[in-house]
Each structure stands twice: as C-alpha cells, then as structure tokens.
C-alpha cells in the first residue's frame, strides 16, 4: 500500500516562508494537508486533484499546492506565515476518488511534520 513521507518542517519567524514535502511511494490521484493546532482538531489546509488546487479558510493567497506526478511528490509553499499557522501538518492521499475536506475521507496518512512560526 501507498506510504507518505513527509518533510520540510520547521520553526521561522512571522512573515517568513517553508516549503513542505509530501513524496508517495506509489500513484496518487488527490493529495493535501491537514493542520492540528495545539488542542484543537484538524482542519483542511490544502488539496490538489490532477493539478487543481483547493485551498482551506484563511490563507488569503499565501499558500500554494502543487504536485510533481513523476515523483509522485507535492509541495506546499507557505508564504509570509503567521503565528496563527503553526501546528502540525500532516500530508494526505487517496489512490481513487477526487479530494474532500473532511479528514475521514483519506485513508493514507503521513508521520505529520511541526512548523513554528513565532
């Protein structure tokens, strides 16, 4: 079965920018993010689906998805990030089916990767 490895985290200064990686070992169709703030739930970040980016509350622009098919890789690049952004991310798939915003929908999980932003 699929595996996600994740990587790219970090801690940086308000304003500033990180760039995530999300590789699968093998086909995808939809790939995304998810965000765990410190005791709160998950919540949408991002969803890309054969190259159409869906993009969650509040990122005014800031974020941007992208998925590189012959690597089966995506990437997340997150622009003039706010304290706000922090939590854990955790990258996301499916191998059928197109993209939703509910997390139950995706049975493929990375190990989630912490970004600080202060």
């Known amino acids: 079965h699929v595996q996600l490895v994740e990587s790219g985290g970090g801690s940086v200064q308000a304003g500033g920018s990180l760039r995530l990686s999300c590789s699968a070992s093998?086909?995808?169709?939809?790939m995304g993010w998810f965000r765990q703030a410190p005791g709160g739930k998950r919540k949408i970040v991002a969803t890309?689906?054969?190259?159409?980016?869906f993009y969650g509350d509040t990122l005014e622009g800031r974020f941007t998805i992208s998925k590189d098919d012959s690597t089966n890789t995506a990437y997340l690049q997150m622009n003039n990030l706010r304290p706000a952004d922090s939590g854990i991310y955790y990258c996301?798939?499916?191998?059928?089916?197109?993209?939703?915003?509910?997390?139950?929908?995706?049975?493929?999980w990375g190990q989630g990767t912490q970004v600080t932003v202060s």
């Open positions: 996301v798939a499916r191998t059928e089916g197109g993209c939703y915003t509910n997390e139950i929908h995706y049975p493929i």
């Open positions: 093998g086909a995808t169709r939809c």
């Open positions: 890309i689906y054969f190259h159409r980016a």
